[in-house]
Protein backbone atom coordinates (compact mmCIF):
# COMPACT_ATOMS: atom_id res chain seq x y z
CA UNK A 1 0.00 0.00 0.00
CA UNK A 2 1.35 3.26 -1.18
CA UNK A 3 -0.01 6.43 0.78
CA UNK A 4 0.72 10.04 -0.13
CA UNK A 5 -0.55 13.14 2.11
CA UNK A 6 -0.69 16.67 0.78
CA UNK A 7 -2.35 19.87 2.23
CA UNK A 8 0.03 20.93 4.51
CA UNK A 9 0.92 24.46 4.79
CA UNK A 10 1.21 27.60 6.65
CA UNK A 11 -1.61 29.43 8.03
CA UNK A 12 -3.03 31.78 10.83
CA UNK A 13 -4.17 31.04 14.36
CA UNK A 14 -8.31 30.43 13.59
CA UNK A 15 -7.92 29.26 10.10
CA UNK A 16 -8.50 26.06 7.99
CA UNK A 17 -6.68 23.50 6.20
CA UNK A 18 -7.69 20.37 4.49
CA UNK A 19 -5.28 17.66 4.59
CA UNK A 20 -5.68 14.58 1.86
CA UNK A 21 -4.04 11.16 1.89
CA UNK A 22 -4.47 9.08 -1.48
CA UNK A 23 -3.74 5.18 -1.19
CA UNK A 24 -2.66 2.88 -3.76
CA UNK A 25 -2.17 -1.01 -4.16
CA UNK A 26 -4.67 -2.37 -2.24
CA UNK A 27 -8.17 -2.04 -1.93
CA UNK A 28 -9.46 1.22 -0.22
CA UNK A 29 -12.51 -0.41 1.34
CA UNK A 30 -10.86 -2.89 3.08
CA UNK A 31 -7.80 -0.26 4.67
CA UNK A 32 -8.66 1.62 7.89
CA UNK A 33 -7.41 4.95 8.10
CA UNK A 34 -6.22 7.13 10.61
CA UNK A 35 -3.73 10.36 11.01
CA UNK A 36 -0.49 10.89 13.09
CA UNK A 37 1.25 14.42 13.69
CA UNK A 38 5.13 14.91 14.92
CA UNK A 39 5.54 17.93 16.27
CA UNK A 40 9.59 19.63 16.68
CA UNK A 41 11.14 17.58 19.34
CA UNK A 42 8.30 15.59 20.40
CA UNK A 43 7.22 11.78 20.05
CA UNK A 44 4.11 11.63 17.76
CA UNK A 45 0.68 11.73 18.29
CA UNK A 46 -2.76 9.99 17.05
CA UNK A 47 -4.84 12.82 15.54
CA UNK A 48 -7.75 10.56 14.41
CA UNK A 49 -8.84 7.52 12.46
CA UNK A 50 -11.63 6.08 10.61
CA UNK A 51 -12.98 3.16 9.68
CA UNK A 52 -13.79 0.98 6.83
CA UNK A 53 -17.13 2.88 5.71
CA UNK A 54 -16.60 6.33 7.45
CA UNK A 55 -19.35 4.88 10.03
CA UNK A 56 -17.03 5.20 13.34
CA UNK A 57 -14.15 7.84 14.07
CA UNK A 58 -12.33 8.74 16.70
CA UNK A 59 -9.99 11.78 17.90
CA UNK A 60 -7.30 13.07 20.31
CA UNK A 61 -9.11 15.19 22.28
CA UNK A 62 -7.41 17.95 21.81
CA UNK A 63 -8.58 18.18 18.21
CA UNK A 64 -12.68 17.20 19.09
CA UNK A 65 -14.53 19.78 17.62
CA UNK A 66 -12.11 20.84 15.40
CA UNK A 67 -11.10 18.39 13.24
CA UNK A 68 -12.72 16.04 11.00
CA UNK A 69 -11.64 12.99 9.56
CA UNK A 70 -13.74 11.39 6.18
CA UNK A 71 -13.00 9.22 3.54
CA UNK A 72 -13.92 8.73 0.10
CA UNK A 73 -13.87 5.09 -1.35
CA UNK A 74 -14.19 5.81 -4.88
CA UNK A 75 -11.17 8.30 -4.53
CA UNK A 76 -9.15 5.83 -2.81
CA UNK A 77 -8.56 9.52 -0.19
CA UNK A 78 -9.17 10.17 3.62
CA UNK A 79 -9.51 13.75 4.27
CA UNK A 80 -8.59 15.75 7.54
CA UNK A 81 -10.33 18.96 7.91
CA UNK A 82 -8.89 21.29 10.11
CA UNK A 83 -10.53 24.05 11.30
CA UNK A 84 -9.89 26.62 13.93
CA UNK A 85 -6.34 25.79 14.02
CA UNK A 86 -4.24 26.54 17.00
CA UNK A 87 -0.58 27.63 16.83
CA UNK A 88 0.03 24.16 19.13
CA UNK A 89 -1.74 22.31 15.95
CA UNK A 90 1.92 22.50 13.98
CA UNK A 91 3.38 19.62 12.98
CA UNK A 92 4.29 17.46 10.44
CA UNK A 93 1.46 14.85 9.48
CA UNK A 94 1.10 11.42 8.29
CA UNK A 95 -1.45 9.23 7.33
CA UNK A 96 -1.41 5.36 8.24
CA UNK A 97 -3.19 2.26 7.16
CA UNK A 98 -4.36 -0.95 8.96
CA UNK A 99 -5.77 -4.09 7.45
CA UNK A 100 -6.74 -4.24 11.26
CA UNK A 101 -9.45 -2.51 13.42
CA UNK A 102 -8.50 1.40 13.89
CA UNK A 103 -6.57 1.92 17.02
CA UNK A 104 -4.37 5.06 18.67
CA UNK A 105 -1.68 3.07 18.61
CA UNK A 106 0.95 3.87 15.62
CA UNK A 107 2.09 0.35 16.24
CA UNK A 108 -1.59 -0.77 15.02
CA UNK A 109 -0.94 0.43 11.86
CA UNK A 110 1.04 -1.41 8.82
CA UNK A 111 1.73 1.22 5.87
CA UNK A 112 3.00 5.06 6.49
CA UNK A 113 2.83 7.89 4.28
CA UNK A 114 5.45 10.46 4.00
CA UNK A 115 4.28 13.87 5.82
CA UNK A 116 2.89 17.14 5.09
CA UNK A 117 3.80 19.83 7.49
CA UNK A 118 1.28 22.42 8.75
CA UNK A 119 2.29 25.46 10.50
CA UNK A 120 0.14 27.59 12.25
CA UNK A 121 1.30 31.02 13.21
CA UNK A 122 -0.20 33.16 16.33
Known amino acids: VQLQASGGGLVQAGGSLRLSCAAS????????LGWFRQAPGKEREFVSA????????IYVDSVKGRFTISRDNAKNTVYLQMNSLKPEDTAVYSC????????????????WGQGTLVTVSS
Open 96 to 111: AATLGSIRRSSNTYDY
Open 50 to 57: INWSGAVT
Open 25 to 32: GRTFSSLE
